[in-house]
């Protein structure tokens, strides 16, 4: 059995969407036109999903809003006794989402068909990813699934507004940049040429401050739209080598060691290691293969390997802690932690402290950086105005002289 997303004519000729449950998509057709409706398109949901994997699609995604939404949906109905089947029709039930929907009735039909939930997640991993698999199966073998659900559905939610946090902190900054780029794009190629035109006939060598702007606003007008399509096929030539493996860990490295930059690197990654073993680790999943998942969630490649390194280390009889610290990546207080817990036998409470510290660390950091970034960006457009309204100042201070 599987699940089917439906495009149908109905008896009073209105397309209908849904989503249907049946072994083939002969099956499904048969159940429309037993309503009276007129099949136009049937196709199964998980096939869907893999071909868009592998193009490009224009369909939206699922938010990590809406998964923190269902996972806590899926936590509370299976903590009050409910089957996951039905669990899970419920919660397909709830959404308005027409992805989500389909999705959350396809892992149920996987379900019913005797998958476990893990198995039936798998289906899906562009949406539920290793560690979501890994933690629901450890939860699925130990028996404790609504209180792996619940760890999990924390974990998703405190990653949704982290990353609220995160656009809402750079919102402002990042529009009072585009803002500011654009008044003085503005002022250089449409205000200053009408300005200086006053000048032309004045008979007078006109200042070399006035002389620069001028230059630079005749380039802005000449060259300004080529010169934004080579920025553009810069930036697209950066990401497209980006995406070689070689480049990427190399410039991945070269972001560790910038000032302010590397540390932000590191601590988010260190900060999203810790949380995710911390997980794994109370969920029962054993120590490698949590090392193995959170090096996943790391989004820098170098930290990842050094991980992935130190995994291979405690397979060999070493410390957690002297492993990680081999790479100099990992910050000296989650080391300690880590130390502290693997000799006290609470790894996953030392592990839980050392994400909230880095993440407190974090937050401390981005608003200072914040603090300075924008009043620094409003001094500098105050210079460049500054600058632009002396160029067109100087010729008439010269003009007034002449009179006297």
Partial sequence: MGAFEYKAMDARGREVKGVLEGDTPRQIRQQLREKGWMPLSVEEVQQREAREKRGFSLRRGVSATD????????????????????????????TDKARLKSMVVAVRSKVLEGHSLA??????????NNLYQSTVSAGEQSGHLNAVLDRLADYTEARQQLGQKMAIALLYPVLLTLVSIAVVVMLLAYVVPKVVEVFDNIGRELPWLTRTLISI????????IPLFGVVVLAAALAVYLLRIPALKFSFHRSLLGVPLVGRLVRGINTARFARTFAILSSAGVPVLEGLRISAQVMSNLPMQDAVESAAKRVREGGNLHTSLAASGYFPPMTLHLIASGEASGKLEEMLERAADNQERELDTLRSALLGIFEPLLILFMGGVVLIIVLAILLPIFDMNQMVK
Avoid at 72 to 90: C, F, I, K, W
């Fill in 67 to 94: 998964l923190a939404l269902i996972t806590r949906q899926l936590s509370t109905l299976v903590r009050s006794g409910m089957p996951v089947d039905e669990s899970l029709m419920a919660v397909s039930q709830q």
């Fill in 119 to 128: 198995a039936a997640l798998g289906g899906f991993p562009q949406v539920f």
């Fill in 217 to 224: 606003s005749d380039f802005i007008r000449d060259y300004g």
